[in-house]
């Protein structure tokens, strides 16, 4: 049997074939150009009219960017240079972005200041942020780090931010010690507490007002870039828990403290945000008496705050509401009393499912802070639009200058969205 | 309850505002700073260079009042202010004066409760074409389309003007200038209408600004100046004279030069010799020393020089001086005498 077959078999091959490599038209560029790009006709039209368009997009952008200028006094010595051709005057960028980042204000000696305590505000947020990669002892620093930057950014005698970080130190212990006997008493007892050491502090930072003083810089000088980042991490950082407070409180089950969470809620979502602005700027000015030096930036700090600690507050409100009410009745059963019970159970799932939400309060926010340039802050909008187009030397340069702030809010908002998608993959702990 | 308390702080407010109000001039002295209220960048009239220091016009009406009040023409606070907020800021006492190219009205003036100490600047309302229209009267725009900045008196003044003169016209509604310049360099209008000084600055940012000129018809009066509080006079009375001294200073020749010289001695012309202090007790009058006069015109010169150097013809602005010259060369400047 074996030799009839042997002899019907002309060749057996025994051993195996080298992997032959794909053919041309159905491997590596070609094949994904092909299947992506040019798969059926309407693909194919879809295709030749974008690459179109991004040649035109290219031929009109490219240029500009290329033959830019970016050594000359001012726009005419610009159009000097380029001699007709298309070019953008970036000389504009190169001779004012100090006052771009800084404010046209602020010492140009003393740059290194808030250039400084930008790079801490990076290690300052990194544990925060990160909280895996980065030791848990880091936080000591991020709770020194406001502290630190007010001292660095505004300058005047460290006694200052020492007694503000004082008081809360005072504030926080006398809570420790007091809160067995019950959370109210430890929370008043400790607002009670930091009060007073403010207080008594105020005479001493009036008597020694050039201890280790900084050079002082008035607030009214601080713009640019850096107004715009001051604002936007001090905003969103008061919102969050102040939001969380609200979203809780219009829960509860007081009847009073629901009726001022809600009240407080609505109006301010009501209202635009440039009117408390004008609030900020205009009518308050007319209340205080005149001589009383309410700080600006303070000022605008505590509406934009306010305005997005409403919508940060509706943004939690979703989040608790998302949660299967199984949750709450399980955390009551385990004897957990509230406080417990938001902490450990409620909170951390509620927040995990609103971070989109947060963050998108967030990214807004930080642009909004561009509006302040209509109450006369030179943020970096208020430099672009005020100061520097209306000067004789660069009037007339729009789109580098816009380009430029565009870039800078970009980069940033860019980072939180991408930081946000990051976090969410992080804290799932489903199944997908 | 709460009603009473906010109207208690209402009534206080309001009186430490009146009696901080009435001794501007003891304010400023003890702060050692005027706080001038200026526009936000305005080319030409207020506009920080690369360095953060304040140029222009106004700018320099706040400098002569420091220099003349505080023998200091860099003690000025110079605050930006947009047009929505610059009456409340200088109503509230956040500001002592204001030049920020503010149009002298009768409401202003009155119901506002303002003072306006005098007129830094006569603008008024003119149109701007291309050479290569061929126009040169702004009577010859029958049919053209004219961009105008949309609720602003300007488009008033555009619709009485075509109307006295029975043509026709046809709005391309901007919002600023800035649009108003784009869409008028690309062509979507025929002319564009604003104030006159605005029009020389816009046209100083054209790439090829000799293609562009401004018609000789100016249609309304924009009369521009600093202003103060109601109720200090003592005050305003500073800041006119400041003012006043001036335009005095171009009138009579004395410069930025050479005011030392002609301070440090009585010259021949008695005008002159009151206005700097060495005849007569002007300043006193005032509340100041005999010197202030000097010390104003020191600061950025005389108007003339203070002109020249922020809109004149040597300026890429290049505004001719028109009816802000001197009466004495058929312009409305015209100083009453330091007598």
């Given at each position: 049997?074996?030799?009839?077959?042997?002899?019907?078999?002309?060749?057996?091959?025994?051993?195996?074939?080298?992997?032959?490599?794909?053919?041309?038209?159905?491997?590596?560029?070609?094949?994904?150009?092909?299947?992506?790009?040019?798969?059926?006709?309407?693909?194919?039209?879809?295709?030749?009219?974008?690459?179109?368009?991004?040649?035109?997009?290219?031929?009109?952008?490219?240029?500009?960017?290329?033959?830019?200028?970016?050594?000359?006094?001012?726009?005419?010595?610009?159009?000097?240079?380029?001699?007709?051709?298309?070019?953008?005057?970036?000389?504009?960028?190169?001779?004012?972005?100090?006052?771009?980042?800084?404010?046209?204000?602020?010492?140009?000696?003393?740059?290194?200041?808030?250039?400084?305590?930008?790079?801490?505000?990076?290690?300052?947020?990194?544990?925060?942020?990160?909280?895996?990669?980065?030791?848990?002892?880091?936080?000591?620093?991020?709770?020194?780090?406001?502290?630190?930057?007010?001292?660095?950014?505004?300058?005047?005698?460290?006694?200052?931010?020492?007694?503000?970080?004082?008081?809360?130190?005072?504030?926080?212990?006398?809570?420790?010690?007091?809160?067995?006997?019950?959370?109210?008493?430890?929370?008043?007892?400790?607002?009670?507490?930091?009060?007073?050491?403010?207080?008594?502090?105020?005479?001493?930072?009036?008597?020694?007002?050039?201890?280790?003083?900084?050079?002082?810089?008035?607030?009214?000088?601080?713009?640019?870039?850096?107004?715009?980042?001051?604002?936007?991490?001090?905003?969103?950082?008061?919102?969050?828990?102040?939001?969380?407070?609200?979203?809780?409180?219009?829960?509860?089950?007081?009847?009073?403290?629901?009726?001022?969470?809600?009240?407080?809620?609505?109006?301010?979502?009501?209202?635009?945000?440039?009117?408390?602005?004008?609030?900020?700027?205009?009518?308050?000015?007319?209340?205080?008496?005149?001589?009383?030096?309410?700080?600006?930036?303070?000022?605008?700090?505590?509406?934009?705050?306010?305005?997005?600690?409403?919508?940060?507050?509706?943004?939690?409100?979703?989040?608790?509401?998302?949660?299967?009410?199984?949750?709450?009745?399980?955390?009551?059963?385990?004897?957990?009393?509230?406080?417990?019970?938001?902490?450990?159970?409620?909170?951390?799932?509620?927040?995990?499912?609103?971070?989109?939400?947060?963050?998108?309060?967030?990214?807004?926010?930080?642009?909004?802070?561009?509006?302040?340039?209509?109450?006369?802050?030179?943020?970096?909008?208020?430099?672009?639009?005020?100061?520097?187009?209306?000067?004789?030397?660069?009037?007339?340069?729009?789109?580098?200058?816009?380009?430029?702030?565009?870039?800078?809010?970009?980069?940033?908002?860019?980072?939180?969205?991408?930081?946000?998608?990051?976090?969410?993959?992080?804290?799932?702990?489903?199944?997908? | 309850?709460?009603?009473?308390?906010?109207?208690?702080?209402?009534?206080?407010?309001?009186?430490?505002?009146?009696?901080?109000?009435?001794?501007?001039?003891?304010?400023?002295?003890?702060?050692?700073?005027?706080?001038?209220?200026?526009?936000?960048?305005?080319?030409?009239?207020?506009?920080?260079?690369?360095?953060?220091?304040?140029?222009?016009?106004?700018?320099?009406?706040?400098?002569?009042?420091?220099?003349?009040?505080?023998?200091?023409?860099?003690?000025?606070?110079?605050?930006?202010?947009?047009?929505?907020?610059?009456?409340?800021?200088?109503?509230?006492?956040?500001?002592?004066?204001?030049?920020?190219?503010?149009?002298?009205?009768?409401?202003?003036?009155?119901?506002?409760?303002?003072?306006?100490?005098?007129?830094?600047?006569?603008?008024?309302?003119?149109?701007?074409?291309?050479?290569?229209?061929?126009?040169?009267?702004?009577?010859?725009?029958?049919?053209?389309?004219?961009?105008?900045?949309?609720?602003?008196?300007?488009?008033?003044?555009?619709?009485?003007?075509?109307?006295?003169?029975?043509?026709?016209?046809?709005?391309?509604?901007?919002?600023?200038?800035?649009?108003?310049?784009?869409?008028?360099?690309?062509?979507?209008?025929?002319?564009?209408?604003?104030?006159?000084?605005?029009?020389?600055?816009?046209?100083?940012?054209?790439?090829?600004?000799?293609?562009?000129?401004?018609?000789?018809?100016?249609?309304?009066?924009?009369?521009?100046?600093?202003?103060?509080?109601?109720?200090?006079?003592?005050?305003?009375d500073i800041v006119r004279w400041s003012l006043n001294a001036l335009i005095a200073a171009e009138e009579y020749g004395v410069t930025q030069a050479n005011v030392e010289d002609k301070a440090a001695s009585s010259g021949t012309n008695p005008e002159v010799n009151r206005l700097l202090g060495t005849e007569g007790e002007l300043g006193a009058m005032m509340g100041l020393d005999k010197d202030w006069a000097k010390r104003a015109i020191a600061a950025s010169g005389n108007y003339g020089e203070i002109f020249e150097r922020n809109l004149g013809v040597n300026t890429p602005i290049g505004l001719a001086r028109g009816l802000n010259a001197q009466w004495t060369n058929g312009g409305l400047l015209y100083s009453p005498p330091f007598r």
């Open positions: 049997m074996s030799d009839t077959h042997a002899q019907s078999v002309a060749f057996m091959r025994d051993t195996m074939l080298p992997e032959a490599p794909p053919p041309e038209s159905e491997a590596g560029v070609v094949r994904w150009i092909r299947s992506n790009l040019f798969s059926g006709w309407f693909n194919t039209i879809l295709t030749i009219t974008s690459l179109y368009c991004l040649y035109l997009f290219l031929a009109a952008v490219g240029p500009w960017l290329v033959n830019g200028v970016w050594d000359a006094a001012d726009i005419r010595e610009c159009r000097e240079k380029l001699q007709g051709a298309t070019g953008g005057c970036f000389a504009v960028i190169a001779e004012r972005w100090p006052q771009m980042i800084f404010g046209f204000k602020y010492p140009s000696e003393i740059y290194w200041r808030p250039a400084v305590a930008f790079i801490l505000l990076l290690v300052a947020i990194a544990p925060v942020l990160f909280s895996k990669v980065f030791p848990a002892r880091m936080l000591y620093f991020s709770a020194l780090y406001p502290f630190l930057a007010y001292y660095l950014i505004w300058g005047g005698t460290i006694l200052i931010p020492v007694i503000a970080l004082l008081g809360f130190a005072v504030g926080y212990f006398v809570y420790a010690r007091q809160v067995y006997r019950s959370f109210a008493v430890g929370l008043f007892g400790g607002i009670a507490a930091a009060v007073a050491t403010w207080f008594i502090g105020g005479f001493i930072t009036a008597a020694l007002p050039e201890f280790l003083a900084l050079r002082e810089v008035a607030s009214r000088d601080i713009g640019g870039f850096m107004l715009n980042l001051i604002l936007g991490t001090v905003c969103v950082s008061l919102s969050l828990p102040l939001g969380i407070l609200l979203a809780l409180g219009r829960q509860s089950e007081m009847p009073v403290v629901k009726g001022i969470c809600v009240v407080f809620i609505e109006f301010i979502r009501g209202v635009p945000l440039i009117t408390l602005l004008f609030v900020a700027n205009v009518v308050l000015a007319y209340f205080l008496p005149p001589g009383t030096n309410f700080d600006l930036i303070v000022r605008v700090i505590i509406m934009i705050t306010m305005f997005a600690s409403a919508y940060i507050a509706e943004v939690i409100r979703g989040g608790l509401a998302a949660l299967p009410k199984g949750q709450y009745e399980a955390a009551n059963a385990l004897g957990l009393d509230y406080p417990q019970a938001m902490r450990l159970i409620i909170l951390p799932q509620a927040l995990k499912i609103s971070i989109p939400g947060i963050v998108n309060v967030a990214v807004g926010l930080f642009k909004d802070t561009t509006l302040v340039s209509i109450i006369s802050m030179f943020d970096l909008v208020g430099m672009v639009r005020g100061p520097i187009l209306s000067s004789s030397d660069w009037n007339g340069v729009y789109w580098e200058l816009f380009g430029f702030a565009g870039l800078l809010f970009f980069v940033v908002c860019y980072g939180i969205s991408q930081y946000s998608q990051w976090l969410e993959r992080q804290l799932r702990t489903d199944h997908r | 309850m709460k009603k009473t308390v906010f109207l208690g702080a209402l009534t206080i407010s309001g009186l430490l505002a009146g009696a901080a109000a009435a001794a501007t001039l003891d304010d400023v002295k003890a702060r050692g700073k005027l706080n001038c209220g200026v526009t936000t960048g305005l080319t030409g009239f207020s506009e920080p260079d690369a360095s953060g220091r304040w140029e222009g016009l106004d700018a320099a009406v706040c400098r002569a009042v420091a220099a003349a009040v505080l023998s200091d023409a860099d003690a000025v606070e110079f605050v930006p202010l947009t047009a929505k907020t610059r009456f409340t800021s200088l109503a509230s006492g956040e500001i002592d004066m204001m030049a920020r190219v503010t149009t002298w009205t009768l409401s202003r003036d009155t119901d506002l409760k303002f003072d306006f100490v005098g007129i830094n600047y006569y603008d008024g309302q003119g149109f701007i074409v291309p050479k290569a229209l061929g126009v040169t009267s702004a009577k010859d725009l029958d049919g053209a389309t004219v961009c105008i900045q949309t609720g602003t008196t300007t488009e008033l003044n555009l619709a009485d003007f075509f109307r006295a003169n029975n043509i026709s016209y046809e709005p391309v509604p901007v919002e600023t200038d800035d649009e108003a310049a784009q869409q008028y360099l690309a062509g979507a209008c025929d002319t564009y209408t604003t104030d006159a000084s605005g029009l020389a600055a816009t046209r100083a940012g054209f790439p090829t600004p000799a293609d562009h000129v401004v018609l000789p018809e100016i249609i309304s009066k924009e009369p521009l100046g600093p202003l103060v509080r109601h109720g200090d006079n003592d005050w305003a």
